[in-house]
Each structure stands twice: as C-alpha cells, then as structure tokens.
C-alpha cells in the first residue's frame, strides 16, 4: 500500500488545487495576472509538499518548507510573505469545502529581507524622458502612455486595459480598474491630456477597421502588451540618455514622489495610487526623506563637508 501512495496523492493535491484556482477565478473573480501569481505559489507548495498528502502537513512540516525556500536564497522575504498568503488561502479553501481540521500555515511569518526603496526619475529626468518631437503615430501612442503613467500613477496592467471612454477630458479624470476589480477615479494633468488630444484621432486612423475598444491598441488592433509598453519605453529611455533602464513602475513610482514632495498629503497619494493599505504607501515618505535629506546637505552650513 506504501508504494502506491505517490500514484494516489499526487492526483488528489493536483484536484485540490486545481478547484482552489477555480475557485479564485470563478467566486472571488482574481484578475488574470493575480491568479497567475496563485497558481506559481500553489506549484511550489505542491513540489515542496513531494508525495505527502496536503492533509498530512503540520505546523512542524510547513515550517520545514518555509526555511528551504529560504535557504535556497531565491525569494526576498517579500515575496515569501506573498507566498504564505497564498498558501493560507489554500488551506482556508480546503477546511471550508474539502474537510481540512487545519491549517499549518496560520500565524507563521516570513523571514524579513532588507527593504529597498523603489527607484524613481527626477523632475528634470522625467522631463528629459518625456521630449518627443516626432508626429509618427505610434510615437504620438507611446508619448500617450508615458505621459499618463506619470501624470496619474498607473499601474500597467491598468493602462492596457483602459478603454477611450475611460478618459474624460471635461472632468480632466481616467477611470481605472485596479487590484481586486475595485475602480478608482483619478486627475490626469494638463500635458498627459495633450498628448491624448493628439493621440487619438490617428488612434481612429490607424484602426478604423479594427477592434476600437482599447485606448492604446497595438498593431493588431487589440490592446496593447505590457511586455511592448515596457520595451517601448526602456527604448526611449536609452533615446534619452537617461542612466540606467526606465520601466513603466519607475513611472509610477516618480508620481507617488513627485506628488508627495510638493503636497505632503500621504492619504492622497494613497487614494491616487489605489492602495488598500496605507503601509504601501508610506514607502514614499522615504523617497521625499532622501530628497529632504540632499537639499539639507547642499544648503545648510553646518551639513555642507569641508573640502
């Protein structure tokens, strides 16, 4: 009976997981990208899990697993955080359809990594990265797009998505979907709106006989890639002379800063960048620190270093 364990279990965790994932697609509604980044963390508590059955893991096992993965060295505390989470989810699923008495992994906490602060532009870089003078149209579509990640702190997965109707020029608004399927409302700036103005009359040019219903289609007709977006504008990075690679969360990034440095308005910057937290937001307070901190240094006397 011992030998034939592997050909039982296997099958079993592999249905149990599976009707997890659907279970997140169909009941909770997870954005395509989420429920990729569940099935990642489900995969690799199926490899670490082996032969044993899902039931069998206890506190002891699932701490066992944890220090392995971090031991390998391979995942920042961060991410093995996301995937506890994932995993507690897993077994919150399983005692409530599937019988489970537990869940090994509630209340264990990842080991803390150092935390880096995000990378973002200066005013003058930002500038610098935004000089288009070309009227080519997938240069007018791509002056679009990085203006208004800049101007209203998207996250990617939200500009693809968004459609023309979406944007409203008398209200100076766009209305994205963020995280969760949850819609937020957020100010577009003068020069993004601009740059739409020119966009999209050769927007209808250029795809008149396709699918309209994306404000920045690509070639085809259908929504732009993120992958394309972040090639599109790492190049115009490297166009620019900028140092080192731009990518469209450095864009966000920039805004959160930029916006923080000139109101201090924390809450804002929360709402904006639709944050359920404001511990996700608050990593901006060191950015505006370090700016403080550079203008303290070249100003003040007593901070200035003898030469």
Known sequence: MQASAPID???????????FLAHLRSERRLSPHTLLAYGRDIEQLLALAGDADLGEIDVAIGRRMLSRLHAAGALRGRSLARMLCAWRSLYRYLMRDHGFARNPFNGMRAPKSARTLPKALSPD????LLEFSSNEPLDLRDRAMFELLYSSGLRLSELTALRPGDVS????????????NKARIVPVGRVALEALRHWLPVRAALHADKDQNALFPGRSGRPISPRTVQQRLRMRG???????????HMLRHSFASHVLQSSGD???????????????TQVYTHLDFQHLAKVYDAAHPRAKKKG
């Open 9 to 19: 279990v296997l099958p079993r965790n592999r249905v149990r997981a599976d009707a």
């Open 125 to 128: 870089e930002a500038a610098k």
């Open 169 to 180: 020029f008398e209200e100076e608004t766009v209305r994205v979907t963020g995280k969760g």
């Open 238 to 248: 490297l166009r620019q002379s900028l140092t080192g690679p731009v990518h469209p």
């Open 266 to 280: 924390l809450r804002a910057v929360q709402e904006m960048l639709g944050h359920a937290s404001i511990s996700s």
